[in-house]
């Protein structure tokens, strides 16, 4: 049985994963609870540390890196720090891959594209914005620690870029927009969609994510990155409330609003978002299979098994 270490391996996707791999692996997470959504995976190893400084297992088979900020808000607070903690736990990972000699799978982020056009593929420009928010902050570190990891020597690497993950546990408190549509749709207030509301998106249910992340492990190639999002399920920001609203029957008003006076000025919306993701499907044999309504159903059917705990 492979032994396989999941760092951030509490949080939304890493949990998901953790889940994925338990019952045909030795599977260990390493996570320091910064923005966990669950406290255990029953069947895993745990180790509450930051893995950068942890104590990890001997005889890794395969590291999955998906530790570190999350969320557009959620990184606000990491302003000026995020890029030597995605260095810092970047080399912590190359370290322990060389030590055992076995491959890793680095979850970067769509945002190193920045602004470009629609949809783009793993060769596209990566093309950073102006200024210097948290948000082109944390695509920079994400840059710079893929650009580190491809170009070491004899280390094995995978890149993964997904597209705008969505479902069940995922936390409203990163700034994430499902979770905060569906909570203001069921109290009644306001579902407050950012100016413009027509920026675009490509939203892809977790548990497909978590699948071609596996398959990069298991058929992914030294080296190479793969997008991961489902383009069939593009639509405004706008387009999402309303489904959103009329699923759950919700009274709401749908209002635009510009989210600098919630957040404050450091907080910055993405420009459209939509993958090219045929690379995986090719060499993987991934392919997405849930829709944007089934997202929209998994997580609904999940808050109220909950009683929307995690709100």
Same mark, same amino acid.
């Given at each position: 049985?492979?032994?396989?270490?999941?760092?951030?391996?509490?949080?939304?996707?890493?949990?998901?994963l953790?889940e994925?791999?338990?019952?045909? #692996?030795?599977?260990?997470?390493?996570?320091?609870?910064?923005?966990?959504?669950?406290?255990?995976?029953?069947?895993?190893?745990?180790?509450?540390? =930051?893995?950068?400084?942890?104590?990890?297992?001997?005889?890794?088979?395969?590291?999955?890196h998906?530790?570190?900020?999350?969320?557009?808000?959620g990184?606000?607070s990491w302003?000026? +720090?995020?890029? !030597?903690?995605?260095?810092? $736990?970047?080399?912590?990972?190359?370290? /322990?891959?060389?030590?055992?000699?076995?491959?890793?799978?680095?979850?970067?982020?769509?945002?190193?594209?920045?602004?470009?056009?629609?949809?783009?593929?793993?060769?596209? !420009?990566?093309?950073?914005?102006?200024?210097?928010?948290? %948000?082109?902050?944390?695509?920079?570190?994400?840059?710079?620690?893929?650009?580190?990891?491809? &170009?070491?020597?004899?280390?094995?690497? *995978?890149?993964?870029?997904?597209? &705008?993950?969505?479902?069940?546990?995922?936390?409203?408190?990163?700034?994430f927009?499902?979770?905060?549509?569906? %909570?203001?749709?069921?109290?009644?207030? #306001?579902?407050?969609?950012?100016?413009?509301?027509?920026? %675009?998106?490509?939203?892809?249910?977790?548990?497909?994510?978590?699948?071609?992340?596996?398959?990069?492990?298991?058929?992914?190639?030294?080296?190479?990155?793969?997008?991961?999002?489902?383009?069939?399920?593009? $639509?405004?920001?706008?387009?999402?409330?309303?489904?959103?609203? =009329?699923?759950?029957?919700?009274?709401?008003?749908? /209002?635009?609003?510009?989210?600098t006076i919630? @957040?404050?000025?450091?907080?910055?919306?993405? !420009?459209? +978002?939509?993958?090219? #993701?045929?690379?995986?499907? *090719?060499?993987?044999?991934?392919?997405?299979?849930?829709?944007r309504?089934?997202?929209?159903?998994?997580?609904?059917? @999940?808050?109220?098994?909950?009683? @929307? #705990?995690?709100?």
């Amino acid at each position: 049985m492979k032994r396989y270490v999941i760092t951030g391996g509490l949080g939304f996707i890493g949990s998901h994963l953790a889940e994925r791999l338990v019952d045909i #692996a030795d599977v260990w997470v390493i996570d320091n609870q910064a923005s966990n959504v669950v406290d255990a995976i029953p069947g895993t190893k745990l180790i509450l540390d =930051d893995m950068a400084v942890a104590d990890w297992p001997e005889d890794i088979d395969g590291i999955f890196h998906l530790a570190g900020p999350v969320g557009p808000v959620g990184v606000l607070s990491w302003a000026g +720090k995020i890029v !030597p903690d995605v260095i810092r $736990c970047a080399e912590r990972v190359r370290q /322990e891959a060389i030590i055992n000699d076995c491959p890793v799978v680095y979850v970067s982020t769509s945002e190193v594209y920045g602004l470009q056009e629609q949809p783009v593929k793993e060769t596209s !420009p990566r093309v950073i914005a102006a200024g210097s928010s948290a %948000r082109m902050e944390y695509a920079v570190a994400k840059m710079a620690a893929e650009t580190m990891l491809l &170009n070491t020597d004899f280390l094995d690497v *995978r890149i993964i870029r997904p597209f &705008n993950v969505a479902g069940p546990r995922q936390s409203e408190q990163g700034g994430f927009v499902l979770p905060r549509f569906m %909570r203001q749709a069921r109290s009644g207030e #306001a579902m407050t969609v950012y100016q413009p509301g027509t920026q %675009r998106r490509a939203f892809t249910h977790v548990l497909d994510i978590v699948e071609g992340i596996y398959r990069a492990m298991r058929l992914g190639k030294q080296g190479e990155v793969y997008n991961l999002g489902n383009d069939l399920n593009e $639509c405004s920001i706008y387009e999402l409330a309303r489904e959103i609203h =009329d699923i759950m029957g919700s009274a709401s008003p749908i /209002e635009i609003v510009d989210p600098t006076i919630i @957040w404050g000025l450091g907080f910055k919306e993405a !420009p459209d +978002k939509i993958p090219y #993701a045929r690379k995986a499907m *090719r060499e993987l044999g991934w392919q997405p299979l849930r829709n944007r309504s089934q997202i929209i159903l998994d997580v609904l059917a @999940w808050n109220e098994a909950t009683g @929307w #705990a995690r709100g």
